[in-house]
């Protein structure tokens, strides 16, 4: 390598080939797409398991044709046995939380907008980058090897306590190798997104264009960098417990398994682990990732409604600070999880009062949500519309929590279809709304080309009117004592609610259905779609003020000046009714 | 299509509300002398979600409808108040809501884990296993003698792994497959995993308790209405979870007492 | 860290975007490890709440392997102090500072090995990762770190190929990052041997 010619501000030379473009890129906006990409992969396959599930819980004995091809053993004849129900519970639960909600929304657009909406022109550590990405990957192919081995996935759900996850095959079908590959397939994530966060933190802190302070940063780098700091610590702690599980699994360790455990007729030979070590463990973390998975949303949607709204927010340093907290408090409460598992019951109190606490910061930014809708100049498109449904589905799920934040309630309805309703509102479909008003808004910037606003529409309607018909009734089904994690409900008790399963199974059919309108969506205008300008939505931060797509190194050599706090709306511009960040123009 | 927007979010919004305001989903009747409690708090917390959940649906639709698709070139207004108004808002109601049923709304729970059950309480031995529970009596020595992990064997009926041989306590013991209990009597459950984490809970009973593997804990209750209840696994165990159950029978001091005597015999 | 064509020039006045960066990666690396120690110590703590195991007796070579990998932060000071000198226009004692370097690497591999034969002690007692909660945490605390410290020393051959190309092209933010891994791994040994050696 010679002297330093080279502008040290070109951090990597313009890719060539195949290989360097779209396999093994360093551009962020390649890697933004390939996260996006195995988040697409991961979701169709998790509902894919949710379709098989619900069917099973409301069909038991009819055939699912074909799937015994999958699995021989889990599904003779097509028929879904119980065990089955279990692997397809856990990889479902797995493969969204891990490789839908952490993957879409926080590395996938964090990757892609981050960079360039901090006027850089790429992440700080390009390699790492390219890694985190080829290691999550390589998570995903080993959780989803699990399918393929004899004795199927895991069946020890998500969540997967020791010690059945622990004990092996003693345990049951999937607790040998099926759950040791679970375990790996997340330590293996772990990793990846150590890297993916430190790598969002040094780039937000170290790479921000001239006159881009903190406070000029859009929300969603906010959301963002939040979300990496949270993700840090968070994969911090669950690595190590993987790997404490793993050895309790391959070595013979005892870290989770207590002595005088019989598991199938056999003594086994452990001795003095602690089963709530691993719930400590893994609800550290897991508090924390339902965060992970929503605050890159709630940053989004921000983003998407301040634009389509034509005015800012009452306060983005509010909705900024209220994230913070959010993320401050989130490693407070992770024992909301432990109600009834034998923790010492003042300390259930304890993690009760910053679980209600948590509702404070959540509401203030709804209500600047709906504060700033007052005087609106409100653009209907598909990406609002997402937006707008993500702050319906936030309040629905939000509402649930206060049930269950309260230890005495939760004596009742913890372990129910409740929690159930509560987490798929407020994690699973309110991040979801995220990623798809996400996707509708930047997929022009991401392609050049326009979605089809038509079919956007239409694919809004019924996954909103959708997903309230199968979620919803999961509360009721809770409140009356449903419990969940059941394959079928066979006895007295539970076998009337059978007509409100089935309700709620045909709408998550057609509901799932109406995700292939998305995806034919996706793939037809990425090819077909309108050419797009290079801001079609009049907007204001710096993604808007390069071609679509952007060029390999964003900003084409130059250096962007920011001149604006991000959202310079409802003002006198020269180009309408907004300033850009870029632009020296006065307001 | 804002205003279209709104109408539907109304119309999720009542419909959603309309089971709870119907009472068309409640909690099955209550047996126990804790659960009013749970139950109150329940409702309580129903009402002010019930209310924050239409308020803000609501206003939503409201709003969209209001401010959407309007004249191009039409000047935006901002909210008299602004943040500040928001802020304070969520302080304040939030703030008391919070601090009403965290604080104060800790009533059932202190019921059930802060006070000790009563001296003459009767003590039952819970046991969950993959994919059953057994329960055991202390007999006439009002002893439960001890475990032994190596003497289990289900083929032969000793569930627990007594050792009646050696341990004099455990010749009296009595092993049950279903849980009855006197009714208006305190119940002490002693609660043991024998391999991995269960969950013991009774709907009518407003109870559930994890067995955790390895940790001694218990609950106690008492019911106040005969009857037949299901018990339920609530912590996935394995592949018979979703068929693990027991009944919890609530009889008469006299008929409890019977049921007792002919276990014993049956041993 | 900084990705392989990046080209710097020589002891910027002040630190360029890219260069904080890697700094600042570096810091935000070893918050991340702090935590992830900080979960198994806390593992520690939970797991001996139920019940204790016989006390492990370190092997002696442990603290030979201490002394090893804190003189090996000096050295690395050393190698700093003469590159940087190398560089200037002074005498050049780039070659004294690449010599350092090497030692740093090779006190960096003795530690290694030390920590081997420790095990290999342990083993000899019949105390294996199995054995008892103590011999488990002894294992995991001990191996984890040597995992972490291949990153530096991964780090440290990779400068020392740099370095050996051409003088010119060493960035000095990149032997700062490294510089602070390395001395980050000593002092978490330091806190490790603390613990192995108190509740062992
Ligand atoms: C197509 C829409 C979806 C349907 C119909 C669906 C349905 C279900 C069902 C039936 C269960 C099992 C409940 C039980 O037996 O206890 C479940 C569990 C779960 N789902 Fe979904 N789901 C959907 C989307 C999602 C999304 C987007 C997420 C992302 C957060 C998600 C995360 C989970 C998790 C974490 C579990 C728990 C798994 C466990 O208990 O270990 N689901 N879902
Ligand atoms: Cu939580
Ligand atoms: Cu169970």
């Known amino acids: ?587 | 299509m804002g205003k279209f927007f709104a109408v539907i979010l109304t119309l999720i919004a009542l419909a959603s509300a309309y089971p709870i305001l119907t009472h068309m989903y409640v909690q099955p009747v209550d047996i126990s002398t804790h659960g009013h409690a749970i139950d109150e708090q329940l409702s309580d917390t129903m009402a002010e979600a019930g209310f924050a959940f239409l308020g803000a649906q609501l206003l939503l639709a409201f709003f969209v409808w209001k401010y959407s698709s309007r004249k191009n070139g039409v000047k935006v207004k901002h909210l008299p108040g602004g943040a500040k108004l928001m802020v304070a808002t969520a302080f304040i109601f939030v703030g008391t809501e919070v601090l009403a049923l965290g604080v104060l709304g800790q009533k059932a729970w202190a019921e059930v884990y802060f006070t000790a059950p009563k001296p003459d309480a009767l003590q039952v031995q819970a046991q969950a296993g993959q994919f059953a529970f057994y329960f055991r009596y202390p007999g006439a020595d009002e002893k439960f003698a001890p475990l032994h992990p190596d003497k289990i064997d289900e083929g032969n009926g000793n569930y627990f792994g007594l050792d009646p041989a050696n341990d004099v306590e455990a010749r009296d013991d009595i092993v049950t497959a279903e849980l009855a209990i006197p009714v208006n009597r305190e119940i002490h459950l002693l609660m043991h995993a024998k391999d991995v984490g269960h969950s013991f809970y009774v709907r009518e009973l407003r109870i559930q308790q994890d067995f955790v593997p390895g940790l001694d804990l218990s609950v106690h209750f008492t019911a106040t209405k005969t009857g037949k209840y299901e018990i339920v696994c609530t912590q996935l165990c394995g592949l018979g979870h979703y068929n693990m159950k027991a009944y919890l029978n609530v009889l008469s001091q006299e008929d409890f007492d019977k049921w007792l005597k002919e276990k014993a015999s049956e041993q | 860290m900084a990705s392989g064509t990046y080209t710097q020039i020589v002891s910027p006045s002040h630190l360029a975007g890219p260069d904080r960066a890697s700094r600042s990666g570096i810091w935000v690396g070893i918050f991340a490890i702090t935590m992830s120690f900080a979960a198994f110590t806390s593992a520690l703590y939970v797991r001996q709440g139920s019940g204790e195991a016989a006390h492990i007796v370190l092997p002696p070579v442990i603290y030979a392997n201490t002394l090893a990998l804190l003189l090996s932060s000096l050295t690395l000071e050393k190698a700093r102090r003469g590159i940087a000198k190398g560089l200037g226009p002074e005498v050049d004692e780039s070659a004294a500072g690449m010599a350092w370097l090497v030692v740093t690497l090779i006190l960096g591999l003795a530690f290694v090995a030390g920590q081997c034969l420790a095990w290999r002690s342990l083993a000899t007692q019949g105390l294996y990762l199995a054995t008892n909660s103590n011999s488990s945490f002894f294992y995991v605390f001990t191996a984890m770190h040597v995992l972490h410290l291949f990153g530096g020393i991964a780090a440290l051959a990779y400068l020392i190929g740099r370095l050996a190309g051409s003088l010119r092209t060493f960035g000095q933010s990149l032997f700062g990052a490294i510089a602070i891994y390395w001395h980050f791994m000593g002092v978490l040994w330091l806190y490790l041997l603390l613990v192995i050696g108190t509740r062992l």
């Not at chain 1, 010679?2 to 290989?19: D, K, L, Q, S």
């Not at chain 1, 049951?172 to 990846?192: E, N």
């Not at chain 1, 709204?309 to 409460?333: N, Q």
């Open chain 1, 1 to 587: 390598m010679e002297e330093a010619v080279v502008p040290a501000a070109h951090v990597h030379a313009p890719p060539e080939g195949f290989i360097r473009k779209h396999v093994f890129s360093l551009d962020h906006k390649v890697i933004g797409k390939q996260y996006y990409g195995l988040g697409l992969v991961a979701v169709f396959i998790g509902m894919g398991l949710s379709w098989l599930m619900r069917f099973h819980l409301v069909w038991p004995t009819t055939k699912v044709p074909g799937l015994e091809l999958l699995s021989s053993t889990g599904a003779p004849g097509g028929v879904i046995t119980p065990e089955y129900y279990l692997s397809l519970l856990t990889m479902h639960g797995t493969l969204m939380v891990f490789f839908v909600l952490t993957n879409a929304p926080f590395a996938g657009f964090g990757n892609y907008f981050l960079p360039i909406q901090i006027g850089a022109e790429d992440m700080a550590f390009p390699r790492f980058n390219m890694m985190s990405f080829w290691i999550t990957f390589c998570a995903f192919i080993v959780l989803i090897l699990a399918f393929f081995i004899p004795d199927g996935p895991p069946i020890s759900g998500w969540t997967a306590y020791a010690p059945l996850s622990a004990v092996g095959k003693d345990a049951g079908p999937g607790l040998a190798w099926g759950q040791s590959l679970w375990a790996m397939s997340i330590a293996i994530f772990c990793v990846g997104q150590l890297f993916g966060s430190l790598n969002f933190i040094a780039t937000t802190l170290d790479l921000r264009a001239k006159g881009m302070t903190f406070m000029r940063m859009p929300i969603c780098t906010w959301a963002w960098f939040i979300t990496s700091a949270i993700g840090l610590l968070a994969f911090a702690v669950l690595l190590p417990a993987c790997l404490l599980l793993l050895l309790d699994r391959m070595a013979g360790t005892s870290f989770f398994i207590p002595a005088g455990l019989v598991i199938s007729d056999r003594l086994q030979n452990h001795a003095g682990g602690s089963p709530l070590l691993w719930q400590h463990l893994f609800w550290f973390f897991g508090h924390p990732e339902v965060y992970i998975a929503i605050l890159p949303a709630i940053g989004i949607v921000s983003h998407v409604l301040i634009t389509n709204m034509r005015k800012p927010m009452l306060s983005a340093k509010v909705l900024i600070y209220s994230m913070m907290s959010i993320g401050f408090l989130s490693w407070m409460v992770w024992g909301h999880h432990m109600f009834v598992s034998g923790m010492n019951p003042t300390s259930s109190l304890l993690f009760s009062f910053p679980t209600l606490t948590i509702t404070i910061p959540a509401t203030i930014i709804t209500l600047i949500w709906l504060g700033s809708l007052y005087g609106a100049n409100m653009q209907i498109n598909a990406a609002s519309l997402f937006a707008l449904g993500f702050v319906s589905m936030f309040v629905s799920g939000g509402v649930s929590g206060f049930f269950l934040a309260q230890p005495s309630i939760d004596i009742y309805l913890h372990a129910t279809y409740f929690v159930v309703g509560h987490f798929h509102m407020v994690m699973g479909v309110a991040a979801i709304f995220g990623i798809f008003s996400g996707t509708y808004f930047w997929f022009p910037k991401m392609s050049g080309r326009m979605m089809n606003e038509t079919l956007g529409k239409l694919h809004f309607w019924i996954t909103f009117i959708g997903t309230y018909c199968i979620f919803m009734p999961f509360h009721y089904l809770g409140l009356v004592g449903n419990v969940r994690r059941y394959s079928s409900f066979v006895d007295d008790f539970m076998a009337p609610l059978m007509p409100v399963h089935k309700f709620i199974s045909i709408a998550a059919f057609v509901t799932g259905a109406a995700q292939f309108i998305f995806l034919y969506n996706l793939i037809h205008s990425r090819f077909r779609g309108k050419q797009a300008s290079e801001n079609p939505w009049n907007a204001t931060s710096l993604e808007w003020s390069i071609p679509s797509p952007p060029p390999w190194d964003n900003f084409g050599g130059k250096h962007p000046v920011i001149y604006h706090d991000p959202y310079q709306y409802g003002v006198k511009g020269s180009k309408g009714d907004f300033v850009m960040q870029d632009s020296p123009e006065q307001v």
